[in-house]
């Protein structure tokens, strides 16, 4: 009956392994987002023959031990933070972050999230917000029929305002970053809330401090590898497959020994 237990964790883990990699695929096209990956740990052990006991009165240890294991389960989907590349827009408003920190925005609460989506977009206002109308975080506003707008890799917002020769700065972008950005909480919507596994963000100007740097009318793709994913799923689907033959040829043992009692 332990081999039953067993492979169904094996199942079960493997299952969980095919929705995180389901979903890394279903985000290939997403603007900023993060692919995760399954790990797994096994669980405790029957100690039968524990390693180091005695063997003898005389003294002798066990040189090796029998132990029973349990299984498998999953301890965590964290998310891999790598770059992703790069893709040329025509929108003056779109920005990629190139190397560390997310953008801030402010929520209806008030609370701040990050973002590595720049696909950032004007209000009605002239305010800079998310596709979602969530402004961005310092707020920065365009006058009216500004025009030749210009972000520069550190983060400083220009534009032409009407009657003028030159630019005017209408304000910076900011980045913050983390200790461990994989400790941050998703919310969906390419947002991120801060955890304390993420640690305290630390927020300055692009390119100060090791702060990445923005890269206007481009926006950073998924770092979803198709041939990865697809590797990784074929592995998980022969995994699910040898656990469920474990599941069988269990069942088909106790079905022999069911038979010999009759």
Known sequence: MRALY??????AAQELNVQVISNNIANMQTTGFKRQRA??????????????SNSSD?????????DIGAGVKTVGTPRIMSQGNFLPTD????????GDGFLRVQLPNNIIA????GSLQMDDQGRLVTP????????????QNASNITISQQGEVDAMLPGQTTQTVIGQLQLSRFMNPPGLEAM???????????????????GVDGMGTLLQSQLEQANVSAVTEMSDLITAQRAYSMNAKVVTAADDML??????MR
């Open 6 to 11: 067993t492979a169904a964790t094996g199942m």
């Open 188 to 206: 969906g919507d390419n947002l991120y809330l801060e955890t304390a596994a993420s640690g305290a963000p630390q927020t300055g100007n692009p």
């Open 132 to 143: 979602d109308g969530y402004l961005i975080d310092p707020a920065i506003t365009f006058p």
């Open 39 to 52: 790990e797994f740990q096994d669980l405790m052990y029957q100690s039968l023959r524990r390693v180091g």
């Open 255 to 260: 079905q022999q020994t069911a038979n010999m």
């Open 58 to 66: 005389q003294g002798t240890k066990l040189p090796i031990g029998l």
């Open 114 to 117: 990050y973002t590595r989506a």
């Open 91 to 98: 929108s003056p408003l779109d920005v990629a972050i190139r």
